[in-house]
């Protein structure tokens, strides 16, 4: 049973554009598949298939650097990634509160990591190197530090309100 996704014909220009850019060199998969997540916010499947094809290496290749680096996803992250610290100094300093916060506040459905409306994706990560900010967050590309339940709540609605001046 294909998803709706599948069925549909994508438009490969913006991809070929990528492998232009960098000549199609396979020595510099990792920055074309960099940029083309930055452009799905994940790697598709068959995105990864036209890769491999248009670089004339194999597809078990592309997706054996896709699953190594954790940098990599898969599954369709959502447009604010947040990832809570769970290290030692985090922990300690009460990241499993943020964490019950964060899942209750996102509402994410069970098992999924993204919002149904694509607009958050959330994980907990071994270690952030802010140890001491402890507990940490980031939020795309920003760090919030000593952070507390009720300042998970303030950064959501932050963003919500943030997003629904976009719509």
């Known amino acids: 049973m ?4 599948m069925e549909q014909t994508r438009d490969y ?5 990528i ?4 000549e199609r060199d396979p020595s510099r998969i990792i920055p074309i598949l960099q940029d ?3 452009l799905f916010r994940f ?3 068959d995105v ?3 890769v491999a094809k248009e670089m004339k290496i194999s597809s078990a290749k592309v997706f054996g650097i896709s699953t190594f680096y954790n940098h990599f996803s898969l599954v369709p992250k959502g447009k604010y990634e947040i990832k809570v610290c769970n290290g030692t100094a985090c922990h300690v300093k009460g990241s499993g509160k943020l964490i019950e916060r964060f899942l209750a506040t996102l509402d994410l459905p069970d098992g999924e990591i993204t919002t149904p409306d694509g607009v958050f994706s959330f994980e907990t990560v071994a270690c952030l190197g802010a140890c001491g900010l402890a507990p ?3 939020i795309n590309e920003d760090v919030y530090g000593q952070v507390t339940p009720g300042k998970v709540v303030k950064l959501h609605d932050e963003i919500k309100v943030k997003e ?4």
Not at 19 to 22: A, I, K, Q, V
């Open 2 to 5: 294909s998803s709706p996704a």
């Open 13 to 17: 220009t913006e991809i070929i554009e």
């Open 19 to 22: 492998l232009d850019r960098y």
């Open 36 to 38: 083309i997540q930055s």
């Open 43 to 45: 790697l598709p499947e």
């Open 48 to 50: 990864m298939i036209f």
């Open 136 to 138: 940490a967050v980031i």
């Open 164 to 167: 629904a001046g976009h719509e």
